[in-house]
């Protein structure tokens, strides 16, 4: 096993580093202001494009993306990849900048691993440029959607088109204002075995029948422009050939996006621990309660000791999850990403939640980055399979491999 990371990578790192210094951080307060101000709901920040443009012409663009496509792409492997993610997790909304944003990311996997040449000029082209934005439906308020075979939306064959109806919530980036296509997960047959019943269909958001019915948020927390949305799909009508790959295949496609979209996941909750654990380090040396700074307290000590022990953990965990996926594949890696989708975002939360007890009322204010970290972390236990369901297949096959022996 060897961690070492590519020169293309270390380069990338370097750059990254340099871009955000120069351009993100100086800005941060504001976007960060901008973006929770209700007076600003669903609208972009104003200088975004312009940022977007400076990554790109820099080179610092669609860097999640494992396959090359001309100079849109550098085509990294997981393991290159994950550093520039954890860097780029340090600012929540700093993916955006650089085209490595969910819900885009996964469904850009989608479009170029199972698109037909037609969908992915029509719509993949445009979300690697970057002129405009996406969502991903497939959580439903009625059905228990931490099993996803639990979805009740139809997607019926009626001549040349499918006929859509459902309801949906907590799909990523649809009151984004220039998000202009969807990929919805439904059922063509519900008589079929358990995992063929599900299909993937492409759904312009500009279709008739589809109603954005309210935004929801996060402990608070709309996450403006991109947000989650609640839609209903009302006799939602597209032609055939906006399916993914075929009809029944909609669990297999689920499964190919999701392996990756977590892993990232866990990349950027990495990068906001280790800035919790920067901004908690500094902070003990700039306050003295009681008539001792705070840093000659052994508990103060002890709970940033146990943060940077736990960082280097996950971060090496990820690590070997990344290298396997590159090595053998995301279905013989799946047990690397249950883990890390179980300790990720547990790990976070413990790292930020010191992080704020040490900062005391500035660290659940709007003056730091860590209460917007917290809710976000705390999402990513439920996001892309709760904790429960992870551990459960995780133990199945641990118990399996030992048993079996």
């Known amino acids: 096993m060897n961690f070492e990371y590519s020169n293309k990578s270390l380069k990338l790192q370097e750059q990254l580093n340099a871009f955000i210094a120069k351009h993100l951080l100086p800005v941060e307060k504001e976007v960060s202001s901008f973006l929770v101000n209700p007076e600003n709901a669903w609208q972009r920040w104003p200088g975004l494009q312009a940022l977007k443009q400076e990554a790109k012409a820099a080179g610092l663009w669609n860097l999640f993306l494992p396959k090359a496509y001309g100079d849109l792409s550098p085509g990294l492997t997981n393991l290159e990849y994950a550093p520039l993610a954890e860097i780029m997790g340090r ?23 199972y698109g037909t040449p037609a969908q992915q000029e029509k719509w993949l082209k445009p979300l690697l440029n970057g002129t405009i934005r996406s969502a ?85 927390y709309t996450d403006s422009p991109e947000g989650h949305a609640e839609i209903l799909l009302d006799e939602v009508r597209v032609p055939k050939e906006n399916l993914l790959l075929g009809e029944g295949r909609g669990f297999e496609i689920a499964q190919g996006r999701l392996g990756p979209g ?3 996941h866990c990349m950027r909750l990495i990068g906001m621990a280790q800035r919790s654990l920067e901004l908690m380090s ?26 940077a022990c736990e960082i280097e953990q996950t ?91």
């Open 282 to 307: 500094q902070r003990v040396t700039q306050r003295t309660p009681f008539g001792r700074n705070l840093e000659t307290y052994s508990s103060v000590r002890q709970d940033i000791a146990k943060s």
């Open 262 to 264: 977590r892993i990232h």
């Open 91 to 113: 600012i929540l909304w700093s993916s955006e900048v650089f085209n490595c944003s969910p819900p885009d990311t996964g469904n850009m996997e989608v479009l170029a691993k």
């Open 136 to 220: 991903f439906l497939m959580t439903e308020p009625d059905v228990a959607s931490s099993d996803a075979t639990n979805i009740e939306t139809s997607i019926v064959a009626d001549g040349n088109e499918y006929v859509i109806k459902g309801r949906k919530w907590w799909s990523s980036g649809a009151m984004d204002p220039n998000c202009k296509i969807a990929i919805v997960m439904g059922k063509t047959d519900f008589n079929a075995p358990r995992h063929v019943q599900q299909s993937m269909v492409l759904v312009p958001m500009d279709t008739p029948g589809l109603k954005i019915e309210r935004p929801l948020s996060v402990f608070g």
């Open 315 to 405: 971060r090496l965990l990820v690590l070997s999850a990344a290298d396997k996926m590159d090595k053998v594949g995301n279905k013989q890696a799946k047990d690397l990403i249950a883990m890390i989708k179980i300790v990720a975002p547990n790990m976070a939360l413990n790292v930020i939640d010191r992080a704020i007890q040490i900062m005391g009322g500035k660290g659940v204010s709007s003056d730091t980055p860590l209460a917007h970290f917290y809710a976000s972390a705390r999402i990513l236990r439920l996001a892309d399979g709760p904790d429960e369901v992870h551990m459960s297949q995780l133990g199945k096959h641990v118990i399996k491999k030992y048993s079996n022996t």
